[in-house]
């Protein structure tokens, strides 16, 4: 088992980047996939990109505009986003998978971290 830490997140201006991080508690290898989802009010959560433990490849959710990047560096995953808009407020959540399915179903995640709130302003 793994637990999931998240941080980064705060209130930034439109065009701005923000980093967020997932601090994996555990080992990372016992994973299969880690993922960064989002939600915003009233909206389910969107799959947005999930990196593959055992070699650290990197898959996204191709309605993105390639603004984000996943990355994982000593049992931390990044999430980087660059010119943030208004549109992507929303509380960022980490998960990890132990084994495959479809990535970018919330249901097909066995651990979430508490979640990072990220405010966007015009």
């Known amino acids: 088992q793994v637990r999931l830490r998240e941080s980064g997140g705060g209130s930034v201006q439109s065009g701005r980047s923000l980093r967020l991080s997932c601090k994996v508690l555990g080992n990372i290898k016992s994973t299969k996939w880690v993922a960064w989802f989002r939600q915003s009010p009233g909206k389910g959560r969107e799959g947005l990109a999930a990196?593959?433990?055992?070699?650290?490849s990197p898959t996204y959710n191709r309605t993105l505009e390639g603004r984000f990047t996943i990355s994982e560096e000593k049992g931390t995953v990044y999430f980087q986003m660059t010119d943030l808009k208004p549109e992507d407020n929303a509380i960022y959540y980490c998960?990890?998978?132990?084994?495959?399915?479809?990535?970018?179903?919330?249901?097909?995640?066995?651990?979430w971290g508490q979640g990072t709130q990220v405010n966007v302003s015009s």
């Open positions: 998960a990890a998978a132990f084994t495959g399915g479809s990535l970018f179903t919330a249901d097909n995640y066995d651990a």
């Open positions: 990196l593959q433990t055992s070699d650290g």
